[in-house]
């Protein structure tokens, strides 16, 4: 294909970004239900809601962010349009008008994934359930991934739904870091998780140590990737473009340059690059 009209592009872009986030959201309720705690040990699944950024709208409806009533919200609901029928249902659309040009394997895949899923009562869903639940649904995902790279021309059309999959994947990784792993400001306080960092790099009159930002951000990004540590430490100094350019500004060179150059320090931490470098080879 020489060229690729400009609606089937825009849905094979949101084809692969729905099922990603199918996928994503799946992951991370069951990570919830498995893994994570609060700082007394009980399950706190309102982050999952901040993730999202669906408070508002589900406490228009809930008075309390139950177990069960999250989990309903975000896997059966089709009153939310963050849920993962919503999202397959969404999915399921692209494809529809992606007929005449996409795989009939992938096609009936989808299809039949999704009834599957649409299918599913309130009661399947429930707490006690939700693993078999999620399994389901990353099975069905990845075998929509593996359908779509075994059966895709590797042309435009492959570009985008690729684009798709990949900015998903990064938007549902900032949101992450940004409502759970670096929430300085939620989970910081006296004797939060991470107060010990704002404290680490802010001197005894208040002022921020360039020398501590330069460090903190270094170590950091040699395990993540710079740009999420670059924006959590930009925050934590204040956030404030202004201040951080005139009166900071060797507070915030100090971020940029640990960000930078300490990224390429261990293999994770250079993980993003070595992405690019196999797409520039593979591409010629």
């Given at each position: 294909m020489s060229r690729l009209l400009a609606r089937w592009a825009e849905c094979l872009f949101w084809l692969a970004r729905y099922m990603e986030r199918a996928e994503n959201l799946a992951r991370l309720l069951e990570v919830q239900q498995t893994f994570a705690r609060d700082s007394r040990g009980a399950q706190d699944w309102g982050?999952?809601?901040?993730?999202?950024?669906?408070?508002?709208?589900?406490?228009?409806?809930?008075?309390?962010?139950?177990?069960?009533?999250?989990?309903?919200?975000?896997?059966?609901?089709?009153?939310?349009?963050?849920?993962?029928?919503?999202?397959?249902?969404?999915?399921?659309?692209?494809?529809?008008?992606?007929?005449?040009?996409?795989?009939?394997?992938?096609?009936?895949?989808?299809?039949?994934?999704?009834?599957?899923?649409?299918?599913?009562?309130?009661?399947?869903?429930?707490?006690?359930?939700?693993?078999?639940?999620?399994?389901?649904?990353?099975?069905?995902?990845?075998?929509?991934?593996?359908?779509?790279?075994?059966?895709?021309?590797?042309?435009?059309?492959?570009?985008?739904?690729?684009?798709?999959?990949?900015?998903?994947?990064?938007?549902?990784?900032?949101?992450?870091?940004?409502?759970?792993?670096?929430?300085?400001?939620?989970?910081?306080?006296?004797?939060?998780?991470?107060?010990?960092?704002?404290?680490?790099?802010?001197?005894?009159?208040?002022?921020?140590?360039?020398?501590?930002y330069f460090w903190f951000s270094g170590v950091l990004s040699s395990f993540l990737d710079n740009a999420p540590t670059y924006l959590v430490f930009f925050n934590t100094a204040g956030g404030d473009p202004q201040v951080l350019m005139a009166p900071l500004a060797s507070t915030l060179a100090a971020i940029s340059a640990g960000s930078v150059f300490m990224g390429a320090n261990t293999y994770i931490g250079n993980a993003p690059n070595f992405m690019v470098k196999a797409i520039a080879e593979e591409r010629g």
């Open positions: 982050v999952v809601l901040a993730i999202n950024a669906d408070s508002a709208r589900f406490h228009a409806a809930h008075a309390e962010a139950s177990p069960a009533a999250v989990i309903r919200f975000y896997t059966v609901d089709r009153s939310n349009p963050t849920s993962i029928f919503s999202d397959l249902f969404a999915a399921r659309e692209n494809a529809r008008a992606l007929r005449p040009m996409i795989p009939t394997e992938l096609w009936m895949q989808l299809n039949t994934f999704y009834n599957r899923v649409a299918s599913l009562s309130p009661a399947a869903v429930s707490e006690e359930r939700l693993a078999r639940v999620c399994a389901l649904i990353k099975e069905g995902c990845e075998t929509h991934a593996g359908i779509a790279a075994g059966t895709f021309f590797r042309d435009e059309a492959w570009c985008f739904y690729q684009l798709g999959a990949a900015i998903e994947t990064a938007d549902q990784t900032t949101r992450l870091l940004d409502a759970k792993l670096f929430s300085f400001e939620v989970r910081g306080g006296e004797a939060g998780a991470f107060a010990a960092v704002p404290r680490a790099v802010t001197g005894a009159d208040g002022a921020p140590l360039p020398w501590a």
